[in-house]
């Protein structure tokens, strides 16, 4: 009973930061590019301290079989 599962690939962005390196720079612009290319928004990985370190994206695997 072979089931059909989706594979997944995964991509990671890294906020850019600003000239002070403490405030993010909006990344709208980065985002609009990945989601434009299948990619979509699962989760961030945050520093200890605060803040975060990655934005953690997927999209499914294209021309796979299952």
Do not use: C, I, Q
Request: net charge negative.
């Amino acid at each position: 009973m072979g089931e059909d599962r989706t594979r997944w690939e995964y991509e990671t962005l890294r906020p850019p930061r600003g000239s002070t390196k403490k405030e993010a720079v909006d990344p709208k612009e980065a985002l609009n590019e990945l989601g434009g290319d299948g990619w979509e928004l699962v989760t961030t990985v945050e520093y200890v301290g605060g803040g975060t370190k990655y934005l953690v994206l997927k999209r499914p695997v294209e021309g796979e079989e299952a």
